[in-house]
């Protein structure tokens, strides 16, 4: 079974200031998805950004970017410039593909608080 | 584009009561997923439907229920509920025409049993 670990139930960061969130999981499967996703507390789930397996360049969306290091099966996101809308919980998630469809398994979750 | 919706967004049952959410995808997405999302425990995958059947199902109690209707719009139903089952309950649709499968989550209506 995939397994997806937050070792880092709380963050928090000086506004303007860079952090990493970590990630990894654990997996037999060579052709997956990883995600984080950000909810605010307004609690819609949105999608911060995404990396497929099969690239060995690390995603980047704006200030959003990962460190994914496929063989030691970590997938850790860095916020540069952080704005107090960062402030939010966020979820590493792992996508495997199924005959019968996609699967999704999530972490549980780093709280991150963007301080002023 | 609307987004996904759901309803009620606050419940409040008792134990021993029966609970039906609905879920509204994206229009066009003909796939949802259910979690059920308890603080420390993240989100755990309940079950995924396309085309009105259930392609996938997580490791919950028959209690957990749910359908999809010809317009992808999707149920999900919890029988004798448990003080255990409060917890915000998330839906997510996914456009199977994009790579890799995007979800796209609902607010989630948050359930609290008494």
């Known amino acids: 079974a995939q397994t997806v670990t937050q070792s880092q139930p709380e963050m928090s960061v000086q506004e303007a200031e860079t952090v990493t969130l970590s990630c990894t999981y654990d997996?037999?499967?060579?052709?997956?998805?990883l995600f984080w996703y950000k909810q605010p507390p307004s609690r819609q789930m949105i999608l911060v950004i995404r990396?497929?397996?099969?690239?060995?360049q690390n995603a980047t969306e704006n200030r959003f970017s990962v460190n994914f290091q496929k063989a030691a099966k970590s997938f850790s996101l860095k916020i540069s410039d952080s704005q107090l809308g960062d402030t939010a919980m966020y979820f590493c998630?792992?996508?495997?593909?199924?005959?019968?469809?996609?699967?999704?398994?999530f972490g549980t979750g780093t709280s991150l608080t963007v301080i002023p | 584009k609307a987004g996904v919706t759901q309803t009620p967004r606050y419940l409040i049952k008792t134990r021993g009561q029966q609970v039906t959410l609905s879920c509204s995808p994206i229009s066009g997405h003909r796939s949802v997923s259910w979690y059920q999302q308890t603080p420390g425990q993240g989100l755990q995958f309940l079950f995924e439907y396309f085309s009105e059947t259930q392609r996938n199902k997580g490791n919950f109690p028959g209690r957990f229920s749910g359908r999809q209707f010809s317009n992808s719009r999707s149920e999900m139903n919890v029988s004798t509920l448990e003080l255990g089952d409060s917890a915000l309950y998330l839906c997510?649709?996914?456009?199977?025409?994009?790579?890799?499968?995007?979800?796209?989550f609902g607010p989630g209506t948050r359930l609290t049993v008494l």
């Open positions: 998630a792992f996508m495997k593909y199924f005959v019968k469809g996609n699967q999704f398994y």
């Open positions: 990396q497929e397996a099969y690239k060995q």
């Open positions: 997996t037999s499967e060579s052709n997956y998805y």
């Open positions: 997510a649709s996914t456009s199977l025409a994009s790579s890799p499968n995007e979800q796209f």
